[in-house]
């Protein structure tokens, strides 16, 4: 399998303030990243996808300006959830791609839980 | 659209005997994967198993195998001997082959082992 890190593995903060999550790909370059999110006893739903070096896209109903996305290396890639509310409080995990290749392979960060006060 | 679909919210299975959790998919697209995570307590995410439109005979890894029956779009996932630690939350999930190559997740079975 390959080696994802995200950190913070939790968070907690107070209304209003922002907080960026960081992935990375610690054994294998990721040209294409994935963030999910999973509320509580429910499935995980994309948010965006981004390729290095460009904007992300967004899923539909999801805020770009919310929740930016940077993707700056491929090794690398934060999602910064801005002004946060506590409707905002979920499970986050990333998912980088190796490549085109890799069609038969997925794998995911162990994921930031964010507690939004 | 893709669509997965997973009608099983919980199942029980007793340890060492076998358990099949099912997955229906819905797509138009001639290439896909389907794929199956084990979600524990903790949250990561945990690939078991991955199946091609195009591969002739069904997975297996280890004590996983995947009933694929392309006709009848469905991706069961069969998992033998049941320990204790395969209690969790098990996804499946699908992804088209180009574009841009995101998973669509069903909504997940949670699976109970008991002793």
């Known amino acids: 399998g390959a080696v994802v890190s995200q950190h913070p593995s939790w968070v907690i903060c107070k209304s209003g303030t922002s907080v960026k999550i960081e992935c990375r790909s610690l054994d294998f370059q990721a040209t294409t990243m994935f963030w999910y999110r999973q509320f509580p006893k429910q499935s995980l739903m994309l948010m965006a996808t981004?390729?290095?070096?460009?904007?992300?896209?967004?899923e539909q109903g999801v805020e770009k300006d919310k929740f930016l996305i940077n993707h700056a290396s491929l090794t690398l890639s934060t999602l910064t959830v801005t002004s946060a509310h506590p409707e905002d409080s979920s499970f986050y995990i990333c998912?980088?791609?190796?490549?085109?290749?890799?069609?038969?392979?997925?794998?995911f960060g162990p994921g930031t839980r964010l507690t939004v006060l | 659209a893709q669509k997965i679909t997973q009608t099983q919210p919980g199942m029980f299975v007793q340890e060492k005997e076998a358990v099949t959790l099912d997955c229906t998919y819905d797509t138009s697209d001639q290439s896909y994967g389907l794929f199956w995570y084990k979600q524990p307590s903790s949250g990561e995410m945990i690939f078991l198993i991955y199946?091609?439109?195009?591969?002739?005979q069904n997975a297996t890894e280890g004590r996983y195998s995947l009933n694929f029956q392309k006709a009848r779009k469905s991706a069961n996932l069969v998992i033998s001997a049941s320990q204790l630690g395969d209690s969790a939350m098990y996804f499946c999930?699908?992804?088209?082959?180009?574009?841009?190559?995101?998973?669509?997740f069903g909504k997940g079975t949670k699976l109970t082992v008991n002793p």
């Open positions: 999930a699908m992804r088209a082959q180009g574009g841009s190559e995101k998973l669509v």
């Open positions: 199946q091609g439109s195009y591969d002739e």
């Open positions: 981004s390729n290095e070096g460009s904007k992300a896209t967004y």
């Open positions: 998912s980088p791609k190796k490549g085109s290749n890799s069609y038969n392979e997925q794998f």
